[in-house]
């Protein structure tokens, strides 16, 4: 099994060269073969000589994901479409998902990469590992699992749900590690003692929790119930999946995985670099990926810093928790959620006013457990007939739940109920807010 354990290890100087050895290498793989990072790279007017040192970094183009919604679906490859051996996926702003397309040497790569980070927070061979994230479009089941079985761990893929039988799972199959969202794991340790079972009492040790926002509270929360370490790892669809970085025991941030991406901090409105120690918004750039490099994206996840090395001998960069996003997006039961998605929703439907408010239930940053939608209807369907309305939500809830990929509360309001304003609308609001 290669680790590469050397690698996390390394005097910065060194890692500092293979970085820009790797990224000379992918910025002339961009520009030769995908047509969009030419364009963009010649509209800032830099080639890939220009990129001789890091600060270099800073003449390349960034990317959003509207542009992964420009160039759906394939627009992004960096290789000829049959090297292609799997396709995950995530929702995007509007209409279209994020895909993310895998060579054979990128499922290979992140199978190595998920194999050292659930190394880093604890898991070791010996384990049994329960993986209750969910396996299909999104990246955390299957991420996980290749990880987990390269390390050599023995892995129990129950992806999410059906929560008795994953309860009953960890008893009889003594499961050491549960991964999964730190939400998850709460219900969980719910369901367990509706069923008169105390996870405390099971073999679980260790929770390898993410893909979402928690904070300190909910992690000793978390741990205190379920009698485990709760570690945090972080990743994103655009980017690999989970694996870009993650806490080793010491719990003090999170360890990026540098020798495969490249992490910039900047403020949202100017795009200028922010020093360590300060919130900025985290910029990726991917290093070893093949079918689908990304330059410069901008994950719009704000986080700090830390350069320092770790108690733990680690030299990678650790980033803190994400304390927020730069833009409006919602983790609702797992499942990214765009305000623009909703509104795409009331454009197409016949009887509502462009006027809406998104309730949430928002405990941790921009993670809600709950999904409200209040919508005003036009004034002739509000004065028709009760079925009329009830046929409207009807459509409502199905049109949402087949953009969203969840379902949600829809809540018929009155003409003109909902407050106006002159500047920018508030979409969103927390439900004790109201
Ligand atoms: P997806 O591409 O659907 O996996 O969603 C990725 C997004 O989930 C990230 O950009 C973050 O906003 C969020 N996310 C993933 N892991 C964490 C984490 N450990 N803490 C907070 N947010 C996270
Ligand atoms: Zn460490």
């Known amino acids: 099994m290669m680790r590469s354990p050397e690698l996390e290890k390394m005097p910065r100087a060194e890692l500092e060269k293979l970085q820009i050895e790797r990224l000379q290498e992918k910025v002339k793989d961009v520009y030769e073969k995908v047509p969009f990072y030419r364009r963009a790279f010649k509209e800032k007017e830099v080639t890939p000589d220009d990129i001789q040192t890091p600060a270099d970094l800073k003449k390349l183009p960034f990317t959003i994901k509207l542009d992964f919604r420009d160039n759906y679906p394939y627009g992004l490859l960096a290789v000829p479409p049959e090297e292609i051996v799997r396709i995950h996926s995530s929702s995007g702003t509007t209409g279209k998902p994020i895909i993310a397309p895998y060579t054979q040497g990128d499922v290979d790569t992140w199978a190595e990469i998920m194999a050292r980070t659930l190394a880093t927070s604890g898991v070791t061979r010996e384990d049994v590992l329960q993986n209750a994230y969910g396996y299909g479009l999104f990246t955390g089941g299957l991420g996980f699992h290749y990880g987990a079985e390269l390390l050599g761990a023995s892995v129990v893929p129950t992806s999410g749900g059906n929560t008795k039988r994953q309860i009953l799972l960890i008893q009889d199959l003594g499961a050491t590690v549960i991964t999964c969202t730190p939400s998850y794991a709460l219900i969980l340790a719910e369901t367990a003692l509706d069923m008169g079972v105390d996870l405390r009492e099971t073999r679980l040790r260790l929770g390898v929790l993410g893909a979402e926002p928690w904070s300190e509270q909910m992690r000793q929360d978390i741990e205190e119930r379920l009698g485990i370490i709760a570690i945090n790892i972080y990743g994103l669809t655009e980017i690999i999946g989970p694996g870009v ?164 509360r829809i809540k018929l309001v009155e003409p003109k109920t909902i407050a106006r304003t002159e500047g920018k609308a508030k979409r969103v609001v927390d439900r004790s807010e109201l």
């Open 245 to 408: 970085s993650v806490e080793c025991p010491h719990k003090c941030g999170m360890h990026i995985a540098e020798d495969h991406f490249l992490v910039e901090l900047i403020d949202p409105q100017t795009e200028e670099p922010v020093p360590y120690g300060q919130e900025g918004e985290l910029v990726i750039t991917t290093l070893t990926k093949e079918a689908q490099p990304v330059i410069r994206f901008r994950t719009r996840d704000i986080v700090s810093l830390n350069p320092e090395p770790c108690e733990c001998g680690r030299t990678m960069t650790r980033m803190s928790r994400v304390t927020g996003r730069s833009d409006d997006m919602l983790i609702v039961r797992g499942v990214n959620v765009f305000p623009s998605q909703i509104e795409s929703v009331l454009l197409e439907v016949e009887g509502v006013e462009p006027h809406y408010l998104i309730v949430v239930d928002r405990k941790h940053a921009f993670k809600s457990d709950e999904l409200e939608v209040w919508v005003e209807v036009s004034e002739d369907v509000f004065s028709d007939e009760m079925q009329k309305m009830e046929a409207l939500e009807k459509k409502l809830r199905s049109e949402m739940d087949s953009v969203l990929g969840i379902s949600a």
